[in-house]
């Protein structure tokens, strides 16, 4: 995979790739996230947004991944939420860190309104 490069829209940082290459999330689905979240909530570092989209059929499903002759095959949920937190960095959107979450999490602080339709001009 390769790192995705910034352009007129996002910035992107190191530890976002890294998230990336960790649970297998493309940088085309973290701009869909971003674009289209089903949840939207005040991220936990200062001045950040989270976006949240879920994945898969089932939370309490698993299923075992791995390639085919890997001894290091593990068990990941087949359902359960997609996260990304962001910045708003002088009009482009700074991706800081996304994650996938094992079945669904509970609301916490939402957004104002007026801040998601800022960010929804911005994409």
């Given amino acids: 995979m390769k790192p995705p490069k910034d ?3 996002y910035t992107w940082t190191s530890h976002v790739f890294g998230k990336m290459l960790h649970y297998g ?18 991220g936990i570092a200062e001045n950040t947004i989270a976006a949240m989209c879920p994945y898969g059929t089932s939370p ?5 991944y791995g390639k085919p002759n890997d ?3 593990r068990w990941f949920p087949r359902g359960g939420e997609m996260w990304v937190m962001y910045k708003l960095d002088g009009g482009k ?3 800081i860190t996304a994650w996938r979450y094992p079945g ?3 609301a ?3 957004i104002p309104k007026d801040i998601i339709d800022e ?3 911005l994409v």
């Fill in 93 to 95: 959107i700074k991706v």
């Fill in 71 to 73: 001894n290091k095959k």
């Fill in 25 to 42: 999330i493309g940088e085309g689905r973290i701009r869909r996230i971003i674009r289209t979240p089903t949840r939207i909530e005040e």
């Fill in 104 to 106: 669904k999490s509970s």
């Fill in 119 to 121: 960010v929804r001009q």
């Fill in 7 to 9: 352009d007129s829209r």
């Fill in 108 to 110: 916490r602080n939402p």
């Fill in 60 to 64: 309490e499903g698993r299923q075992l």
